[in-house]
């Protein structure tokens, strides 16, 4: 059942261990609406963006303006979603003052109700900062894309005692130090139930398992946009790529063929 009521941090929080939270990524006006409209509770602007839009590799290229721009256009979409924007690689690593005037330039420019951030004990003073400064924070712990290259790959992070330790450290502190939820990606299932049980604030899982207090994932992949690509923690809800790749089949040949377009289609 969805209602017509805002979603804000507060009502999300909430939903600790009750309702779970359904969350999607997009990146424009279009399926921004669709995805409102559906029900879903939270939109995030992903800097996923370098990879199922731009054709990049990893999500290291992704700059703060583009995020913006993306962010401005699923605002202009959403009536109800709770709407938070990826803040990219090296925006704010370097100082807390850089990351302050990131997430500053995402709100203002982007019109973003959040930001998410990547890593654990390492960004829990930026988080302290943030929202102490009215910025509501989203935490991001497991596989971190943007620190890919150092992870020697897109792995499941928390195999080892010491990984799994440092995970839930890192989820301790960022709900210790203000951020309202925590992304938890590509962890073992026991690891995601582990991490949800032990903080104060809702998980949302990609890839960590059915006890996190809500689930994400990418829309390319859910939609089957990438035929191509199906990581073992996708479902695929639609095989949108085909039938477009369909549809482009069927207008080219009717353009060829003069059958497009009709008289009833034109002036």
């Known amino acids: 059942m969805t209602s017509d009521e805002k979603v804000t941090t507060v009502a999300l929080r909430g939903r600790k261990g009750g309702r779970k939270i359904a969350a999607v990524t997009a990146y424009d006006v279009a399926f921004a609406a669709l995805a409102d409209d559906a029900g879903v509770d939270v939109i995030l602007v992903g800097d996923s963006a370098g990879m199922v839009l731009q054709g990049h590799s990893s999500t290291i290229p992704v700059t703060i303006d583009e995020i913006a721009y993306h962010t401005r256009a699923v605002m202009r979409g959403v009536r109800r979603a709770h709407v938070v924007a990826d803040m990219p690689f090296m925006s704010y690593q370097a100082s807390v003052e850089d990351g302050m005037r990131a997430a500053g330039r995402l709100m203002k420019e982007g019109g973003a109700e959040a930001v998410k951030i990547e890593g654990g004990v390492e960004v829990v003073d930026l988080v302290a900062r943030l929202t102490r400064a009215g910025v509501p924070v989203m935490g991001h712990v497991g596989l971190t894309p943007q620190s890919v290259h150092q992870l020697g790959g897109f792995k499941v992070q928390g195999r080892t005692d ?105 002036f």
């Open 162 to 266: 010491v990984g799994a330790q440092e995970i839930r450290d890192g989820a301790l502190a960022l709900a210790d130090a203000g951020a309202y939820a925590i992304v938890v990606e590509s962890v073992p299932r026991a690891l995601g139930a582990a991490v949800t049980q032990g903080i104060s604030v809702p998980t949302i899982g990609i890839g960590a398992g059915r006890a996190c207090d809500g689930q994400v994932l990418v829309m390319h992949d859910l939609l089957g946009l990438q035929p191509a690509w199906k990581p073992r923690f996708v479902r695929r809800y639609a095989e949108l790529g085909a039938a477009a790749q369909a549809a482009f089949a069927a207008f080219a040949a009717d353009v060829e063929a003069g059958r497009f377009p009709s008289d009833d289609e034109s």
